[in-house]
């Protein structure tokens, strides 16, 4: 089976840079530019998407919104939010809510935004 | 002589001597050939003692010669001299007491040559009191020229915590600024971290080259945010006028403001048309149009649109800022520029903006008027005026 991340940022070059550092590792990248292609291809691929990675500030849908519908649809699929904007009351709101496993800030190194993904993707098979 | 003729002699002589000033008759070889009794009593001496005798007896060491002059011009050109005009007069009595008088003569020809009535009136009292009026004029001048220091101080310690306050706003709307530039900076910079990760582990020349070209890319892009940035926190005051073009300015403060923006839910649109220079520190410029431009987007409370519009009219650069947002009540309308005027929450500022933005206009000779749109929000319209070619390189300030 193959193993996807969906990555959810408006901002095109972040998704490439999110793609450039996940190259060579077991999993192949879908993209989103906003909430609802985001839930689409959650729906096209419910299984294989292992994890999703989500910016915060993004218009229209915001990724707090975004990640509370996630985590209502699809409860097993990991979020990790990746933002460009700390803000240590959003993440301690979001770990409360329990509607994300990981926060990271942009930019962020490859290294740890591998093992952010791979941990959470590890979590979803307990959870499964 | 007549009895009658006597006893009037007698009563001259009497009125003579009750007279308050002294009075004298000088010959014309200085000689004093009568004098009254208050004459006499001004000096301290009896009468029988200076009848006679040199009128220079009356003066002090130092006046002696140059009375001796004035005596012969005197003899020469006899004409009547009204009290007190002329020189500072001294007197000196018998007792070596110098005392400032005041002199009438009055000139007389008689059979036995010119004579002279002198009147002397001792002058201590008055010149003390003038002294003292002097004195109280002096310390009445020093006395206001202190206040006019005091509140030149105050006036400049008025303008020092204005300046901080100002300064104070302006670092508020950066801090506003920074969630916004944060986003701006970190995006482009982690593209610049992921394309430099590949390209270390990039064999092939191509791809690195690409890495390379997008890492340069976003690099000056964060450099631009950053310049855009540190141009609008730099404290105005040390900079000189700069031909401004007030598009630029516009522009600058539109990308700010929109940085400011968490998300789409107003627009804000520019249609601008070329205008000639304006002479101002640019970053000044920027500031007026960020601050109306932040107030139009506080005043949005769902979507909205803010539009900004630029023309030449006359000799000014016209600039409106129109929004959709929810109006000023007429009753604030005169009130908006004030210092600490706000209808805002704490968290949105101090109420300075328009204040600084109507200080900032003022100083360059513009003006800035606000009226409720037919929309329902509200209506700014800055004008600057264009300067004189002639007089380009010239100091407004």
Same mark, same amino acid.
């Given at each position: 089976? $193959?193993?996807?991340?969906?990555?959810?940022?408006?901002?095109?070059?972040?998704?490439?840079?999110?793609?450039?550092?996940?190259?060579?590792?077991?999993?192949?990248?879908?993209?989103?530019?906003?909430?609802?292609?985001?839930?689409?291809?959650?729906?096209?691929?419910?299984?294989?998407?292992?994890?999703?990675?989500?910016?915060?500030?993004?218009?229209?849908?915001?990724?707090?919104?975004?990640?509370?519908?996630?985590?209502?649809?699809?409860?097993?699929?990991?979020?990790?939010?990746?933002?460009?904007?700390?803000?240590?009351?959003?993440?301690?709101?979001?770990?409360? $809510?329990?509607?994300?496993?990981?926060?990271?800030?942009?930019?962020?190194?490859?290294?740890?935004?591998?093992?952010?993904?791979?941990?959470?993707?590890?979590?979803?098979?307990?959870?499964? | 002589?007549?009895?009658?003729?006597?006893?009037?002699?007698?009563?001259?002589?009497?009125?003579?001597?009750?007279?308050?000033?002294?009075?004298?008759?000088?010959?014309?070889?200085?000689?004093?050939?009568?004098?009254?009794?208050?004459?006499?009593?001004?000096?301290?001496?009896?009468?029988?003692?200076?009848?006679?005798?040199?009128?220079?007896?009356?003066?002090?060491?130092?006046?002696?010669?140059?009375?001796?002059?004035?005596?012969?011009?005197?003899?020469?050109?006899?004409?009547?001299?009204?009290?007190?005009?002329?020189?500072?007069?001294?007197?000196?009595?018998?007792?070596?007491?110098?005392?400032?008088?005041?002199?009438?003569?009055?000139?007389?020809?008689?059979?036995?040559?010119?004579?002279?009535?002198?009147?002397?009136?001792?002058?201590?009292?008055?010149?003390?009191?003038?002294?003292?009026?002097?004195?109280?004029?002096?310390?009445?001048?020093?006395?206001?020229?202190?206040?006019?220091?005091?509140?030149?101080?105050?006036?400049?310690? $008025?303008?020092?915590?204005?300046?901080?306050?100002?300064?104070?706003?302006?670092?508020?709307?950066?801090?506003?600024?920074?969630?916004?530039?944060?986003?701006?900076?970190?995006?482009?910079?982690?593209?610049?971290?992921?394309?430099?990760?590949?390209?270390?582990?990039?064999?092939?020349?191509?791809?690195?080259?690409?890495?390379?070209?997008?890492?340069?890319?976003?690099? $000056?892009?964060?450099?631009?945010?950053?310049?855009?940035?540190?141009?609008?926190?730099?404290?105005?005051?040390?900079?000189?006028?700069?031909?401004?073009?007030?598009?630029?300015?516009?522009?600058?403060?539109?990308?700010?403001?929109?940085?400011?923006?968490?998300?789409?839910?107003?627009?804000?649109?520019?249609?601008?048309?070329?205008?000639?220079?304006?002479?101002?520190?640019?970053?000044?410029?920027?500031?007026?149009?960020?601050?109306?431009?932040?107030?139009?987007?506080?005043?949005?409370?769902?979507?909205?649109?803010?539009?900004?519009?630029?023309?030449?009219?006359?000799?000014?650069?016209?600039?409106?800022?129109?929004?959709?947002?929810?109006?000023?009540?007429?009753?604030?309308?005169?009130?908006?520029?004030?210092?600490?005027?706000?209808?805002?929450?704490?968290?949105?500022?101090?109420?300075?903006?328009?204040?600084?933005?109507?200080?900032?206009?003022?100083?360059?000779?513009?003006?800035?008027?606000?009226?409720?749109?037919?929309?329902?929000?509200?209506?700014?319209?800055?004008?600057?005026?264009?300067?004189?070619?002639?007089?380009?390189?010239?100091?407004?300030?």
């Amino acid at each position: 089976m $193959k193993h996807h991340v969906l990555i959810l940022d408006d901002e095109a070059d972040v998704r490439t840079a999110i793609r450039l550092q996940l190259k060579g590792t077991r999993f192949e990248i879908l993209e989103a530019e906003n909430a609802q292609q985001a839930i689409g291809l959650l729906g096209d691929n419910p299984i294989s998407i292992d994890v999703i990675i989500c910016d915060v500030r993004m218009p229209g849908t915001s990724g707090v919104e975004a990640a509370a519908t996630f985590q209502r649809e699809y409860p097993t699929t990991p979020v990790i939010v990746l933002t460009g904007y700390p803000d240590v009351a959003l993440a301690v709101d979001f770990m409360k $809510k329990k509607d994300v496993v990981d926060y990271l800030i942009k930019p962020v190194e490859k290294d740890k935004l591998i093992a952010a993904v791979e941990q959470a993707a590890q979590g979803r098979k307990l959870f499964g | 002589m007549t009895q009658a003729g006597d006893s009037r002699t007698e009563m001259y002589q009497l009125a003579l001597h009750a007279a308050p000033s002294g009075i004298m008759v000088v010959g014309d070889r200085g000689d004093i050939q009568f004098a009254n009794q208050t004459l006499a009593d001004m000096f301290g001496y009896g009468l029988e003692e200076i009848l006679g005798k040199p009128v220079e007896i009356l003066l002090p060491e130092q006046h002696v010669a140059a009375h001796r002059r004035h005596v012969e011009n005197y003899a020469r050109r006899p004409e009547p001299r009204p009290m007190g005009a002329g020189r500072d007069l001294e007197g000196v009595s018998k007792d070596g007491r110098r005392f400032p008088v005041e002199i009438g003569l009055r000139p007389a020809q008689t059979d036995s040559g010119w004579i002279a009535v002198a009147t002397v009136i001792d002058i201590t009292k008055r010149k003390a009191i003038e002294e003292r009026l002097r004195k109280h004029e002096e310390q009445l001048e020093e006395l206001v020229a202190e206040r006019t220091r005091e509140l030149r101080e105050a006036q400049r310690e $008025k303008e020092r915590v204005l300046e901080h306050l100002i300064q104070a706003e302006k670092m508020t709307a950066v801090g506003t600024l920074v969630s916004g530039i944060g986003h701006e900076i970190n995006n482009p910079l982690y593209v610049v971290l992921a394309a430099a990760e590949a390209l270390a582990d990039e064999q092939d020349l191509a791809r690195c080259r690409a890495y390379g070209n997008e890492i340069l890319k976003q690099a $000056k892009d964060i450099a631009e945010t950053v310049k855009n940035l540190s141009r609008y926190a730099q404290p105005g005051a040390r900079h000189d006028l700069q031909r401004v073009d007030v598009n630029a300015s516009i522009a600058g403060a539109v990308r700010l403001a929109r940085r400011s923006l968490r998300d789409d839910r107003i627009e804000i649109k520019t249609t601008t048309s070329p205008a000639p220079d304006i002479l101002a520190r640019p970053e000044e410029i920027q500031q007026v149009i960020f601050n109306v431009v932040r107030n139009a987007i506080q005043a949005i409370a769902g979507k909205g649109l803010i539009e900004i519009h630029t023309a030449q009219k006359g000799d000014c650069v016209t600039v409106r800022i129109e929004d959709t947002g929810t109006g000023i009540p007429n009753e604030h309308l005169k009130r908006v520029f004030d210092p600490f005027f706000t209808t805002k929450g704490p968290d949105e500022g101090e109420g300075l903006g328009l204040y600084i933005v109507r200080q900032i206009v003022t100083r360059y000779r513009g003006t800035i008027d606000v009226e409720n749109a037919a929309g329902g929000g509200a209506r700014f319209v800055i004008r600057f005026p264009i300067p004189d070619p002639k007089n380009a390189e010239g100091r407004l300030l």
